[in-house]
């Protein structure tokens, strides 16, 4: 089935002689390696993966990040997905934020692609990418205070009955 | 009327710098009918040249990817219909992928073929639409209303399986809802025999006319490294000269049971870009009669009674179906806890899904890999320096359709 | 001055003048119709047999629109605009010979309304003046894109009309006089000068496409890069107006051609019939010339994607001046021997 | 970059011959294309005379059914509009009552369903989600209107005619093996 020229063993193997210690965690899902990585560390990772010449993980697919609000001080997990489009492998780095300060350096003068994949990021989750361009909101208003992904807004209660019908529905 | 007319208005401030200075800020967008859907470009300009642009996107930003964290899986098919809604059948038939990863279904061939069916009939529609628009752009109408009739017999395919045209929620996680109909392999049998020479005279019409070579040629060029700093997939991609492609390097749904090529350009302009697609529509159109031809006999959906419900008749009769139907119809599927990233080839490009489960009901966090979003941000690189109709043709052919690009 | 004179030149006047407000507002229709044909589609028919009526309805519903000038425009320019435009495209109608001399109560009455001896000239000056009514509505809009359009247009007209009048000369040239009527005369029966000038006579062909604005070289226009370009801002009549003096100017376009080029109202065969008889038939000959050319016009417009702003100055003046000038001399040099002027 | 599949093919040639150069081939062979659609029939349907025939399996506006005695099949049980991805459907269950044995096929009914039409995206989830053979899509469309609330369709508007049945006998087979 896999198709790629370099296994995950040896990705891992690659990347735990070059940082050591900072590969903090690793597992794999459904055949995608995934390391962890801290936050300071995340940017150093990304460009030796995409100069590294064996492993020329050069391709970036997206960045996303997810809200996980019981871990105390690590709520925000950054998720960086790469993808070497010679090796055919793809890894996720990803790294921890706490939603206090979730500040992490920019990597648009990695990837020029970044610029939107970060504002998006910030846009939802209030992620403060630091050396970004232009770190504006994206896909919502400049104004709005809050940053809608994250848990503690939840879609509205669905049972709530006081809307009107002919605009609401339910 | 006084009021705007003063010189500190910072309407009429803008219009005088603007018709006094060397400079000029153009409006391209959010309703321009070059911007097919609503996003904005402002564009700095001196006389027809561009010097800079500006994107504004979000202009119906629908927040599918909050959504989602309120549906029950099967309930997301209809939202990732309307991410590109000019090939919706590959956005479904993606997240049914990604779902089937997820909880590890083996489909029947059966399954994976008709799959391949549908979705190529969808990227023929999605480029159709895209080069006639290039078309349309630079002026030649006639092509696109050529165009039109060929989209018009997919999107009856559509109907005859899925009972819907241009939002299709076409087929279930496991498999199809229904079998091919008898209707669909009446009505494909004939697209495939109509097809290529309705399809070859509408590509004569432009690809090889001097006119039409001279306004593309050259028309928002985008290198192959920079095309890759900005993580383009798809045609786009393809037009640089990579060939990066899903349906090869990650083969899903079987495609690797298929001959067909891979169709690259040389500079990344809006000419590659046109011959790229028009040729991926051949290729296209060769896996539809590869597979209809070899379609094998079997069931249309999988065997994973957890998922996939059950027929009707059963439901009155078996009480197991009942219960598995009521539980499937609520949500309640035994979905595992896990993080899958899957990805099909879209009309526009890698288009994935980055799926994290909790066992819930619902996805935890689901994020859209959207080509158009990321590939729209390299438009000021490709458009600085070259004219206003030039920017025109760029964007068409870069195909950004506003569903998928705000998601 | 003869009253007789004034009466019928009064009438001829009159019935040219609806004759343009009519076949302007019936190429609407045709348009409307030639463009379905090709995209496979049906077209206008549900206003009257065949749609026929629709050109009726769209005029109605255009004087009927809010008339509207935007906040900034310029209002005098604003308003006079689609005048200019209107008036302009009227005039020069007036020295097309529209067929033979027609003998009727006693008098002979020239199918023309005045045979002024520089009559080619006169057409290239007025059109020239049209450019204005683009210009003006353009400029006077306060809008970026009809401004672009008004630039585009102004500077296209300038460079195609030198084009267009350098093939014109060798037509001049062969038929011996600025008259239309006598370059008509000359091109007797089947002696039409596309036979002689076919260079000549693709180059004004381009041209005059380029000066009706129409497609491949609707650069004013182009929708989708300047949305419709000069009149973005113009609503109800003031639009009709361009959209009128448009195709009143397709309209002479094609008749200048027919008349240049085509023979004008001359057709193989004429000598076996004479008088009344002969008038009648090479005004019906005349105009199904024009509604082929017409037909072409549109039939190119349908077909062709347009050029960039740039590409269309390039072919203007490094491609067809050039030729028209080379056609120009090769015309003259062998005029000049055939008439023996070297000996 | 080398190439990462071995299948690849160019296909974007740039270079003009010299008639391509020269305009005129192009634009003739154009024309004559273009021409020869002007006499092709026209393809398109004069829409409100003729209407196209939609497939069998169409997903337009719902019914309610009916069985065979005219009783109502709905049993209110809900799961429609727990299937809903638009949340269009709103329903109030009412407990059927002695004598109305006639109107309703099981004790427990709908006293009130309606579907918002503005919400509804014809997805047809609910459709599959009905256990009892009560909801189905039909291949009629909902017309247009301008006030807002018309669109709320109450039971007036969605249980069928008891004379006047909506055939859906045909979206019930096609394509389904398993299926009676």
């Not at chain 1, 003068?109 to 970004?132: L, P, Q």
């Not at chain 3, 302009?88 to 020239?110: E, H, K, M, Q």
């Not at chain 3, 002696?191 to 062909?205: A, E, K």
């Amino acid at each position: 089935m896999s198709r790629s020229k370099i296994t995950n063993e040896e990705l891992l193997n690659h990347l735990q002689t070059a940082f050591g210690e900072d590969i903090q965690e690793h597992n794999e899902t459904y055949g995608m390696l995934n390391v962890y990585v801290p936050a300071d560390k995340a940017k150093e990772v990304v460009k030796w993966l995409k100069e590294h010449e064996a492993v020329k993980m050069s391709f970036l697919t997206n960045i996303a990040a997810v809200h996980y609000p019981f871990n105390k001080g690590k709520e925000i997990e950054v998720v960086y997905q790469l993808h070497s489009l010679v090796n055919n492998v793809r890894l996720r780095v990803k790294t921890t934020l706490p939603i206090e300060n979730p500040e992490i350096a920019s990597i648009v003068d990695i990837y020029a692609g970044a610029n939107w994949m970060e504002r998006e990021t910030y846009d939802f989750f209030g992620v403060i990418f630091k050396g970004h361009p232009n770190l504006k909101k994206i896909l919502n208003m400049e104004d709005q205070e809050y940053f809608p992904m994250r848990k503690e807004f939840p879609l509205e209660d669905q049972t709530r009955e006081d809307k009107d019908n002919r605009f609401f529905g339910r | 009327m006084e009021d705007i007319r003063k010189y500190d208005n910072p309407i009429f401030k803008a219009t005088r710098d603007t018709i006094e200075g060397e400079i000029a800020t153009l409006n391209l967008g959010p309703t321009h009918p070059a911007t097919h859907g609503i996003f904005q470009n402002v564009l700095k300009v001196d006389g027809e040249i561009i010097l800079s642009s500006e994107q504004t996107v979000g202009y119906i930003h629908r927040a599918f990817e909050k959504l989602a964290e309120r549906r029950p899986f099967n309930q997301i098919t209809p939202i990732t219909d309307r991410l590109n809604y000019c090939s919706s059948p590959i956005n479904n038939i993606g997240w049914h992928l990604t779902v089937e990863k997820l909880i590890g279904a083996e489909m029947p061939k059966r399954v994976d073929y008709m799959r391949i069916i549908i979705m190529e009939l969808a990227r023929i529609a999605d480029h159709l639409v895209c080069t006639s628009v290039i078309g349309v752009d630079a002026g030649a109408l006639t092509g696109f209303t050529w165009v039109f009739q060929l989209r018009e017999k997919i999107y009856e395919l559509y109907e005859e399986i899925s009972g819907s045209r241009l939002t299709t929620n076409i087929g279930r996680i496991g498999g199809f809802e229904r079998d091919f109909t008898p209707g669909f392999h009446k009505k494909l049998q004939d697209f495939i025999k109509t097809f290529p020479k309705a399809f070859e005279e509408y590509d004569s019409l432009l690809a090889r006319n001097r006119i039409f070579m001279d306004r593309t040629i050259g028309a928002g060029p985008i290198s192959a490294e920079r095309a890759l700093e900005y993580s383009f997939t798809g045609p786009n991609l393809r037009a640089a000269g990579i060939d990066y492609d899903v349906r090869v390097m990650e083969p899903y749904c079987s495609y690797d049971d298929f001959e067909f090529d891979i169709p690259v350009g040389k500079d990344g302009d809006t000419y590659d870009r046109f011959m790229v697609r028009q040729e991926e529509i051949r290729q296209s159109f060769k896996l539809i009669k590869q597979a209809y031809e070899n379609l094998p006999e079997g069931k249309y959906h999988a065997d994973v009674p957890t998922f996939y419900l059950p027929p009707k008749a059963e439901v009155y009769n078996n009480m197991e179906a009942l219960i598995y139907h009521f539980k499937i119809v609520m949500g309640e599927a035994p979905i595992p806890a896990g993080e899958v990233y899957n990805c099909v080839e879209g009309g526009n490009g890698e288009l994935g899904y980055y799926l994290i489960s909790d066992g819930g009901r619902t996805p935890y966090r689901l994020q859209f890999r959207r080509p158009c979003f990321i590939y729209y941000q390299a438009y000021p690189e490709m458009i600085t320096g070259q004219s206003i109709s030039d920017a025109v043709l760029a964007m068409s052919s870069m195909n950004v359709i506003a569903g998928e690009l705000d998601a | 001055m003869d009253t007789a004179l004034l009466v019928e030149k009064s009438i001829l006047i009159l019935i040219l003048f609806a004759l343009s407000l009519g076949i302007a507002a019936y190429q609407t229709y045709f348009e409307r119709k030639v463009a379905a044909w090709m995209q496979d589609r049906i077209g206008p028919n549900n206003a009257g047999p065949f749609g026929l009526l629709q050109p009726l309805a769209d005029g109605g519903k255009l004087f009927f629109k809010e008339d509207f000038v935007p906040a900034n425009a310029d209002k005098f320019l604003f308003m006079i605009a689609p005048g200019i435009a209107m008036t302009v495209s009227l005039l020069t109608s007036v020295v097309i010979p529209w067929g033979p001399d027609i003998v009727a109560f006693g008098r002979t009455i020239s199918l023309q309304v005045t045979d002024i001896n520089i009559g080619i000239l006169f057409i290239m000056g007025i059109t020239s003046i049209g450019v204005y009514g683009i210009m003006i509505g353009g400029w006077a809009s306060n809008n970026k894109y009809s401004l672009y359009s008004a630039i585009r247009a102004s500077s296209q007209m300038i460079s195609y009309e030198l084009a267009m009048g350098l093939s014109v000369i060798t037509v001049v040239l062969m038929g011996g006089s600025l008259s239309l009527r006598e370059i008509v005369e000359a091109q007797h029966g089947f002696n039409w000068n596309i036979w002689y000038q076919p260079v000549g006579f693709i180059v004004f062909f381009v041209c005059s496409v380029a000066e009706c604005n129409r497609a491949p070289f609707d650069m004013a226009e182009c929708e989708s890069e300047l949305i419709t370009g000069y009149h973005t801002e113009y609503g109800a009549m003031k639009m009709g107006f361009f959209l009128f003096a448009e195709y009143v100017n397709l309209f002479i376009a094609s008749t200048v051609i027919s008349c240049l080029y085509l023979g004008g109202y001359n057709f193989p065969g004429m000598d076996y019939f004479e008088g009344n008889l002969l008038s009648v038939i090479s005004i019906l000959v005349l105009f199904t010339k024009i509604v082929l050319v017409i037909f072409t016009f549109m039939w190119i417009r349908w077909t062709l994607p347009r050029f960039r702003y740039d590409q269309l100055m390039g072919l203007g003046w490094k491609k067809l001046i050039p030729i028209a000038l080379i056609n120009m001399v090769i015309t003259a040099v062998v005029i000049a021997f055939t008439r023996g002027w070297f000996n | 970059m080398e190439s990462l599949s071995n299948r690849k093919k160019e296909v974007s040639n740039k270079e003009m011959t010299f008639l391509e150069s020269i305009y005129l081939p192009a634009v003739f062979s154009g024309m004559s294309k273009t021409l020869k659609h002007a006499f092709r029939k026209p393809v398109t349907i004069r829409y409100p005379d003729e209407q196209r025939e939609f497939a069998p399996v169409y997903r337009g506006m719902h019914v309610l059914k009916r069985d065979e005695q005219g009783r109502e099949n709905c049993t209110a049980c809900g799961l429609c509009a727990v299937a809903c991805p638009a949340e269009a459907i709103t329903m109030t269950a009412a407990e059927r009552k002695k004598g109305e044995e006639h109107l309703y096929r099981e004790e427990k009914y709908a006293s009130s369903y309606e579907i918002n039409m503005l919400r509804c995206i014809f997805c047809g989830l609910c459709e599959e989600a009905c256990p009892k053979e009560a909801v189905f899509l039909t291949d009629r469309i909902v017309p247009t209107n301008f006030e807002r609330d018309t669109f709320v369709y109450g039971k007036d508007k969605l249980v069928e005619d008891v004379d006047n049945r909506v055939d859906i006998t045909k979206r019930q087979n096609t394509g389904k093996r398993g299926n009676k």
